[in-house]
C-alpha cells in the first residue's frame, strides 16, 4: 500500500497530536495530582505520631492524676500542718506557747532568713534565731526532744548552750531552726 | 462450474481501502489510549479525593487533641512539680537530724568531775549532714588532764555506732589557774576544748547523667 502525501501528513500530524496529549496527560495532569498526591500522603503520616504522642500525653497525665491522691496524701497532711496567715504572725507565738508548755518561760523568736527552695513548689524554708535566756539543761534536753517529735518540720541548725555566771545551774540557750512553709 | 465475473471490483477495492484507513485507525487507537488515561486519571483523582476526605479528618481529630495535649502537659508538669515537693518534703522530715538523743549522750558521758561550760552544735549540708560540735569546760581531779582526756575518748565511742566518722579532738587543754573542791579535797583543773565532728544521713543520690547527641 502506497501512502499518498496528504495521508503523510496525515500520520505525521496525528503524531504530533499524539506526542502533545501524552506530554500534556503527565505534565499537565497527571503531574500536579501526583504531587499533590505526595504531598498530602506526607502529611498524612507527620501528624500520624503527633496524634500517637497527643494520646499518649493526655494518658500518661490521667494515670499520673489517678495515682497523684495517693502520691501525695503525705504533702496534704504536711499542708494541713502548716497555719495559714504570714509565719511571723504565727511562728514565734507559737514557739513561745511549745516552751512554755515545756516550763521554759521567756522565749524570743527572731527571724533571720528566708530560702525559696526551687524545688520545693509551693514551699518556702524560713530560718528563725529562739533565744532561752535561763534553762536548765535536762528540761531544755527535754523540750528539744519535744520538739523534734511533735514539729515535724522544725529542724535545728544550730545549737548553743552556754553557762550563766549569775546562776551556775541555769544555761542561756541559743537555737537556730529552719521550718517550711507555705509561699 | 460457472465463472463469475465481479464488475465492481474496484468498488468493493475502494471500500476495502477505506475500512483499512490508517489514519482512521490511528485515531481509534488514539481514543482508546484517551480513554486509558483518562480512566487513571479519574482513579488518581477519586484517590486523592479520599486521601483528602482523611487528611482533613485527621486534621480535625490533630486540633482537637492538640489543646488538650498542651492541658494535659501543663497538668503533668504541674502534678510532678506538687509531688516532687511533697517528696522533698517528707524526704527532709525523715531525714532530719535529731539533737536531743546527741545531748542525751552527752549527758551519759559527762562525769561528775567535769563542767561543760559551753556547747555549741553546727549542722551542715543536704542528705549526708555534718555535724560540728564544740565542747567548753572544766574537769577536776587528780589528774584532771585525763579527766578531760577520757571524756574525749568516751564521746567518740558514744558516738561511733550512731553517727557516720566520728572524730573528736582538743582544741586546746590547758591547766587551770583555780582549785575547785571535790569530795571534800582541793584538787586541781583543766580548761578543755573539744571538738566533735560527724556525719548523719544518707548521701544524696547523684542525678542521671542525660547523654549529649553526638
Known sequence: MKLGKEEVQKIVLGTLICFGVVYSYFNLLLGPLSKRHAALEK???????????????IKKTQDIEASAPGRMATTR??????????????????????????GLEKATTKLNSEVVDKEMAGFRRMSWGIDLPKVGFVPFATAIAALENEEPLVEINN????????????????????????? | MALHLNLYHEVVKAKALQRRDPLKLSMYGLA???????????TQLLKLHSINTELGKVRAEFAKLEPDAKIAKKREEELNSQMKAGDLIVKRVENRFYWAPMLEQIMQ??????????????????????????????????DPR?????????????????????????????????????????VPTAIFAINVEFFSGEEKAAQPVRKGKK
Open chain 1, 43 to 57: 502529611s498524612l503520616v507527620a501528624l500520624g505520631p503527633e496524634i500517637a504522642a497527643a494520646k499518649a500525653q
Open chain 1, 77 to 102: 497532711q504536711v499542708v494541713a500542718m502548716i497555719p495559714e496567715g504570714s509565719p511571723v504572725a504565727w511562728f514565734p507565738p507559737r514557739v513561745s506557747d511549745f516552751f512554755k508548755k515545756q
Open chain 1, 159 to 183: 545549737l548553743q548552750i552556754d553557762t550563766t555566771r549569775e546562776d551556775v545551774e541555769m544555761q542561756h540557750a541559743l537555737l537556730t531552726v529552719s521550718n517550711i512553709v507555705k509561699q
Open chain 2, 32 to 42: 482508546a489510549v484517551v480513554a486509558c488515561f483518562a480512566g487513571y486519571y479519574a
Open chain 2, 109 to 142: 558521758v559527762v562525769p561528775r568531775e567535769v563542767q561543760v561550760t559551753r556547747l555549741v552544735g553546727d549542722l551542715t549540708g543536704d542528705g549526708l549532714r555534718r555535724c560540728q560540735i564544740s565542747l567548753d569546760g572544766l574537769s577536776a581531779g587528780a
Open chain 2, 146 to 186: 585525763k579527766v578531760a582526756e577520757d571524756l574525749r575518748t568516751a564521746i567518740a565511742e558514744k558516738f561511733s555506732p550512731t553517727y557516720k566518722t566520728v572524730t573528736s579532738k582538743f582544741r586546746s587543754l590547758e591547766d587551770g589557774t583555780e582549785m575547785v573542791m571535790l569530795d571534800g579535797k582541793q
